[in-house]
């Protein structure tokens, strides 16, 4: 049974940093990208960052470019989002995401193959 858990959500002001992980556990994961979604109170789920299951490609939406980064440890099966100069507009819950699509379509909700239980950012102003 596949797990995903994730961890370092939390309360930061605007202008502070988090740094999320999202451990994967149940099957092995070559070939599978990992990824963070969002979703705020009464908006849909949405693309956040996503990294090929080498680490050598990368995609971020738009609105985080520049100040998140994600990587990944497939030693430990685990995927990070460092997010760096937070803003209110970025609190959401933070879901992990793993899919064994083609990483181009990642972005797409239906090409998840498996989701997290997600973790509450908060950025006050």
């Known amino acids: 049974q596949v797990q995903l858990v994730e961890s370092g959500g939390g309360l930061v002001q605007a202008g502070d940093s988090l740094r999320l992980s999202c451990a994967a556990s149940?099957?092995?994961?070559?070939?599978?990208?990992m990824g963070w979604f969002r979703q705020a109170p009464g908006k849909e789920r949405e693309f956040v960052a996503v990294?090929?299951?080498?680490?050598?490609?990368?995609w971020y939406a738009d609105s985080v470019k520049g100040r998140f980064t994600i990587s990944r440890d497939n030693a430990k099966n685990t995927v990070y989002l460092q997010m760096n100069s937070l803003k209110p507009e970025d609190t959401a819950v933070y879901y992990c995401?793993?899919?064994?699509?083609?990483?181009?379509?990642?972005?797409?909700?239906?090409?998840?193959?498996?989701w997290g239980k997600g973790t509450l950012v908060t950025v006050s102003s």
């Open positions: 990294i090929s299951w080498r680490g050598g490609s990368t």
């Open positions: 149940g099957r092995t994961f070559d070939n599978f990208h």
């Open positions: 995401a793993v899919s064994g699509a083609p990483i181009g379509t990642m972005m797409q909700l239906s090409r998840v193959d498996y």
